[in-house]
């Protein structure tokens, strides 16, 4: 745009030249270009508080601490920075290193009822929180098992978790171990299951690598229980046998399945602990005193 009088470059929508003073008139002035619509709200935006939430370079931060997961998948480690007087709490055993100045306490979360529960359930009776004293400090963590390790960022949401696929989470979260009754029954994994609640993060590990599920409105998705490590507790599901008729399901060596409905996103591990430990079982000694097993003499 230039103006009439002098020639001189004017911005879009200017009201009159600047070197000659030459006031344009309305007809003479263009109007300022429109700003671009915003995008449409993604999904996340969209519904705030849904979905599974990992940094896809598995880095991230939150209120007083700082997270890195390491050696994906295989081996995989979790390293936490914390701030002066932040905690972070975790299963007990789960700790590989931390920093002199990180002070560990271990108490039964929920007294005496819940560390019942938690017990019951195939988790450690006692809860560790790791606090960094006088400075930032830095505690890492890894599974007992090889496989990878999620960072989830929770928004206000609610997750189950397998008793065995917790490993560590924000201090501000709230862990209860739930009693579901028989729709709680996983293959291997006991009558209970692990409910995550609140905004932070939340560490959980797997045996073997981490397959992510997104399940639209209405689909239906069946996991051999030995295989979930999450799911978001929005998302439905029910317990039923892998196929028609006990004979048949158990001549599939497929026992019970859990069946998800969508929308929803699962968070399904690789390979079965329990599988594994049925393959390696002929390979280990008999407890008993017959003819299996090994036989050792020591002499005497």
Known sequence: MNCPKCGAGLLQGAGFCGSCGHRLQP??????????????????????GHGIHIDEDSRGQGVGYRYEVMHQPAFSLAAIQLQAE????????????????IELQSQMKGGVFGAIKRAAGGESAFVSTFTARGGPGEV???????????????????????????LAGDASLTVDT????AKSFFGGEGLFVMLVQGR??????????????????????????????????????????AASGFFRSMMSGEGIVAEFTGPG????QTR?????????????????????????????
Not at 33 to 42: C, I, L, N, T
Not at 265 to 268: G, K, S, V, Y
Not at 272 to 300: D, E, H, T, V, Y
Request: charged share 10%; no cysteine; glycine share 12%.
């Open 265 to 268: 996103e699962l968070l399904i």
């Open 272 to 300: 079965n602990l329990a599988a594994l430990a049925g393959l390696l079982r002929p390979f280990f000694p008999s407890q008993g005193g017959g003819a299996g097993g090994f036989k050792i003499n020591l002499g005497g």
């Open 86 to 101: 932040q905690s972070i709490q975790a299963e007990a055993g789960a700790m590989v290193s931390m920093s002199a100045n």
């Open 140 to 166: 890492t963590f890894a599974p007992g098992a090889p496989g990878d390790i999620a960072a989830i960022e929770l928004s206000n949401q609610s997750f189950f978790v397998q008793s065995s696929s917790y």
């Open 27 to 48: 007809t003479q002035a263009q109007p300022t270009a429109a700003p671009p619509a915003a995008p449409p709200p993604s999904a996340s935006s969209a519904s705030p």
């Open 178 to 181: 739930k009693w579901g009754g």
């Open 200 to 241: 932070g993060l939340l560490l959980v590990s797997s045996f073997g690598a981490i397959h992510r599920k997104t399940l639209r409105p209405g689909e239906r998705y069946v996991v051999d229980t030995g295989h979930l490590v999450a799911w978001e507790g929005t998302t439905q599901y029910t317990l039923r046998k």
